[in-house]
């Protein structure tokens, strides 16, 4: 059964603190993604990576980096945490190979941040 | 920037009924793709729609396209309570490798 594991479902952090988010895939896939969901406004793209060491940003990337050292993991790291930063978190990954390819989620981070 | 756009934002059916959901997205894509998301959990694949392709069944889901309105539909017939969900179209960007892109989705509650 294929798997997307996000570290922790639910999270909460103070103001400042750097945070890390764990996603780990066991697919073999290249692509990874983080997005955030808030409500009314469906899921953004934070940061995306097509493969080891490598990443582009999407459309929301301020306060945000992320991390890929090794092919299954793909971290996001809020430098800063921020309370407009309290969101759900998706992971997702997908493979490479041909266009008609499917995303394969995570379960969801839900980051509180007081 | 968010590529599809679902509509209604909201449905409320009894169960039974059919639910019919829409999808527009902006520029060319190469397949297009419905996902589920019940409350609080991470999204789920339900169907893939190639570019070439005018009308996908999968059980009870029926997908159509129409590239030349850039838009799709998803129909779920006969819809059961455990079908209460969100359901987002994504599309992938041309050109490149894919990255799926979501709309804000439709809520879909079905009553028992």
């Known amino acids: 059964d294929v798997k997307v594991t996000q570290s922790s479902r639910y999270l909460v952090k103070r103001t400042g603190e750097k945070v890390f988010l764990e996603c780990v895939q066991d697919?073999?896939?290249?692509?990874m993604f983080w997005y955030r969901q808030d409500p009314g406004l469906g899921l953004r793209l934070i940061y995306f990576?097509?493969?080891?060491?490598?990443?582009e940003k999407g459309d929301i990337p301020e306060g945000y980096s992320v991390s890929r050292e090794k092919k299954e993991r793909f971290s996001l790291i809020l430098e800063s945490a921020s309370t407009n930063q309290t969101s759900m978190y998706l992971c997702?990954?997908?493979?490479?190979?041909?266009?008609?390819?499917?995303?394969?989620f995570g379960q969801g981070t839900r980051l509180t941040v007081v | 920037s968010q590529q599809g756009e679902e509509d209604p934002q909201a449905l409320s059916i009894q169960e039974g009924e059919n639910a019919t959901m829409n999808c527009s997205y902006k520029?060319?894509?190469?397949?297009l793709q419905w996902y589920r998301q019940n409350s609080g959990r991470g999204l789920v694949h339900l169907i893939l729609?190639?570019?070439?392709?005018r009308e996908k069944h999968s059980g009870r889901l029926r997908v159509t396209l129409d590239t030349s309105k850039k838009s799709s539909s998803l129909l779920i017939t006969a819809s059961r309570a455990a079908d209460t969900a969100s359901y987002f179209c994504?599309?992938?960007?041309?050109?490149?490798?894919?990255?799926?892109?979501f709309g804000r989705g439709t809520s879909l509650i079905v009553h028992p």
């Open positions: 997702a990954s997908s493979s490479r190979t041909g266009w008609n390819t499917e995303a394969f």
């Open positions: 697919m073999d896939h290249e692509n």
């Open positions: 990576s097509y493969d080891v060491k490598m990443k």
């Open positions: 520029t060319s894509i190469n397949n």
């Open positions: 729609i190639r570019s070439n392709e």
């Open positions: 994504a599309t992938g960007l041309s050109g490149g490798s894919y990255i799926p892109t």
